[in-house]
């Protein structure tokens, strides 16, 4: 899950090796995690994942704010904390994972904002809808070949036709994105593992 506490200011961050253009990245769940939270009850906390994922990222390491993503998520492969929950969640009423196995987003991030908040703006399809949704990313960590990038956003189900369970499960989802991109040390495509030195 992200930790809202770390949020670094774009000086702090050494600077990244310049590009003439970008390069394309690759993204699994061995690149990091995608989690969701929601509220149950009206009291209690629940979080999610995204067990199985890939991504390209389009980046250009020496101006990150301008990138472009396509992410491609399992939904057969979603897990939530609460105890029988994730059958629920894969069901008809919920994701329905028989007719629609995955869910897709594609977005730009434009330029604007600075290394410690900026938005990727695109459209996320769920269900065989499509919505616009935006996220809001930060470059948190730069290590010797490898970069950090947190992210966050926050979806209405009702929007997607997820209408099962109201009111005992709020209609807020909120997504968050924590993955490491290699930059030097792997070959461009491959995806980096977290924690890369």
Known sequence: M???????????????????????????????????TFRYLMLFTAMGRFERFRATLRLDPAHPMTMGVDCVLDMTAVTVSLQGAT????????????????????????????AASFPITGELTLRDVTRPFRMQA???????????????????????????????VSDTIQLTVDVWIALQDFPVGRAAPPGTP
């Open 138 to 168: 930060r470059l948190i960590e730069r290590r010797p070949g490898a970069v950090r990038f947190e992210a966050e956003g926050e979806i209405s189900r009702a929007a997607f036709g997820l209408l099962a369970d109201r009111p005992i």
């Open 87 to 114: 059958e629920r969640l894969r069901s008809e009423a919920f994701f329905d994972v028989a007719h629609f196995p995955q869910a897709r987003f594609h977005g730009e991030a434009n330029g604007q904002g600075d």
């Open 2 to 36: 992200i930790r809202r506490q770390v949020l670094l200011a774009p000086f702090l961050l050494p600077a990244l090796p310049a590009r003439a253009q970008r390069a394309d990245y690759a993204l699994d769940q061995d690149s990091g995690q995608i989690g969701f």
